[in-house]
């Protein structure tokens, strides 16, 4: 991919982004407004309370929940989450007896407008590598312990499909409002590198 | 990355919506979401530059840190304007130049007001 420029203080690879985005200034594709604005938006807007958001919704509205698993990303638009990063947006249930995880095993798919930018780990060769060849290990090194009777499903996004976890509702939480619902959720739920629900007090 | 390094980062992860590790990966990203919204390309095609890339990189060594990460976007973003015919090959090596020299020249007027400021009363504002 070329010569990279041995400079002391600026890395390379910040050199050719600010040259790639000034000639692409220049030929009138895009201006600096368009990219600050995709910037903005994803440090400012989305993150995976958005995700938490979906999530509370249909552990309160059974009607809604039918809709995410039938189709995530129309009911998702229901409550004006979205975005043209993502075509299809498969909602995947725990349930006492299957535990779901997402990776993306050849680069590092995410449900951008869902959960935001994906953490460095979830991008890591070791994560992307180690959870389809043996997840039951990984999610026991990360902290989610499962019994034997508990089906795993790994679920690769590597299409145009991107998934997201739907953790089981807690037991003991008719008291908790929606919103109060969405804050016990993590985005490490939703990747499915989290299972149980923890609940304050 | 051994286990123990991806338990580690994984319980550092917060509940905090993610901004990007340097200004350069932060500007790569927004420039190839809005070059698809462009129709440039499509994401699919983007991807598809993605894990070619990230599958070569991953010949030679893991993936460990978001510099590696974004290292491989930019080189799968760079490919793809470039069988598009977006610049001639020089024009992209000239424009890198004039970013250092662009670079230097901002830090040499910055050291400048600084040592004019060393030099001049500075007013005060009194409230």
Not at chain 1, 10 to 39: F, G, M, P, Y
Not at chain 1, 69 to 80: M, P, Q, Y
Request: aromatic residues 6%; contains cysteine.
């Amino acid at each position: 991919m070329g010569h990279k420029h041995a400079h002391p203080e600026k890395a390379w690879q910040a050199i050719r982004t600010e040259a790639i985005e000034s000639l692409l200034n220049e030929i009138n594709v895009l201006t600096s407004e368009d990219v600050d604005k995709v910037v903005r938006h994803y440090e400012e807007n989305v993150g995976p309370k958005t995700g938490a958001r979906v999530i509370a919704r249909a552990w309160v509205d059974p009607d809604f929940k039918k809709r995410l698993l039938a189709d995530g990303l129309a009911a998702c638009a229901e409550l004006g989450i979205g975005g043209p990063e993502t075509e299809l947006l498969h909602v995947v249930e725990n349930t006492p007896g299957v535990h779901n995880v997402v990776v993306c095993t050849l680069c590092s798919c995410y449900p951008w407008p869902i959960l935001g930018l994906p953490p460095v780990w979830y991008k890591s060769s070791a994560y992307r590598s180690r959870l389809v060849r043996e997840p039951r290990k990984l999610l026991s090194e990360l902290g989610v312990d499962l019994p034997e009777k508990v089906e795993v499903r790994v679920w690769d996004s590597v299409s145009e499909i991107r998934y997201l976890v739907m953790p089981e509702k807690p037991d003991h939480a008719e008291n908790l409002s929606e919103a109060q619902l969405a804050e016990l959720i993590t985005r490490d739920h939703m990747i499915g590198v989290a299972r149980h629900i923890h609940q304050a007090g | 990355m051994q286990s123990e390094t991806l338990s580690a980062a994984l319980r550092q992860s917060g509940f905090e919506n993610l901004t990007f590790s340097t200004p350069w990966s932060a500007r790569l990203f927004g420039m190839t979401l809005a070059a698809s919204e462009k129709q440039c390309f499509t994401l699919q095609q983007f991807q598809s530059a993605l894990i070619d890339r990230i599958s070569e990189k991953e010949q030679d060594g893991c993936i460990t840190t978001d510099d590696d990460y974004y290292t491989c976007w930019l080189e799968a973003l760079q490919g793809l304007l470039e069988e598009r015919n977006m610049w001639q090959a020089h024009q992209l090596r000239e424009r890198e130049v004039e970013v250092v020299a662009a670079g230097e020249h901002r830090k040499e007027q910055q050291r400048q007001r600084q040592r004019q400021h060393h030099h001049t009363v500075q007013p005060e504002v009194v409230k």
